[in-house]
T-cell receptor, first 112, second 114 residues
């Protein structure tokens, strides 16, 4: 099993450009999450999904959209990137039980 | 609302010394608590978790943590530090309900001195 994978690993955008980050998991997990990690702030939840076709807002959803058309994939979109969205983005997934989340390797995004 | 405070953004210990990373939480319901480790340029890996069973929880790589309700704490310890323990450590809390969203502390960077 590959676990949780994220594409791409690195990306540089200019202000106003758009992009989509892809998260894929092969563990048949129901729950998926997108976080951003910024220095000194830990990880903050952007959006999450409790199953295929569902999404919900987390702590810092502004400027991001998500979709979960297939159970194994969770996409994070930036419609008009801003420098404040420069961060490392992590995807995670979880089965119903046990309760821990499994994390992907991250995507480092820089917005100029 | 839930929250986590990790005391000390940087901790430095000598190889072979005790490691103590502090975590205090706030939760209006019985919490589920987690410690994750992040090695440079990698994702987060679960060290251990507390899910209302035994209050002393043992994890991977010789780490353990004790849930103390009266002190609202879940400190992480390891008796003898190894160079390979150098990493960033995150404490997180969940209410165990629904989506079981995690709220993370700000992280503690552990440095091991030879």
């Amino acid at each position: 099993n590959a676990g949780v994978t994220q594409t791409p690993k690195f990306r540089v955008l200019k202000t106003g450009q758009s992009m989509t980050l892809l998260c894929a998991q092969d563990m048949n997990h129901e729950y998926m999450y997108w976080y951003r990690q910024d220095p000194g702030m830990g990880l903050r939840l952007i959006h999450y999904s409790v199953g295929e076709g569902t999404t919900a807002k987390g702590e810092v959803p502004d400027g991001y959209n998500v979709s979960r058309l297939k159970k194994q994939n969770f996409l994070l979109g930036l419609e008009s990137a801003a420098p404040s969205q420069t961060s490392v983005y992590f995807c995670a997934s979880r089965a119903g039980v046990p309760r821990e989340q499994f994390f992907g390797p991250g995507t480092r995004l820089t917005v100029l | 609302a839930q929250s986590v405070t990790q005391l000390g953004s940087h901790v430095s210990v000598s190889e072979g010394a005790l490691v103590l990373l502090r975590c205090n939480y706030s939760s209006s319901v019985p919490p589920y608590l987690f410690w994750y480790v992040q090695y440079p340029n990698q994702g987060l890996q679960l060290l251990l978790k507390y899910t209302s069973a035994a209050t002393l929880v043992k994890g991977i790589n010789g780490f353990e943590a004790e849930f103390k309700k009266s002190e609202t704490s879940f400190h992480l310890t390891k008796p003898s530090a190894h160079m390979s323990d150098a990493a960033e450590y995150f404490c997180a809390v969940s209410d165990g309900r629904g989506a079981q969203k995690l709220v993370f502390g700000q992280g503690t960077r552990l440095t091991i001195n030879p």
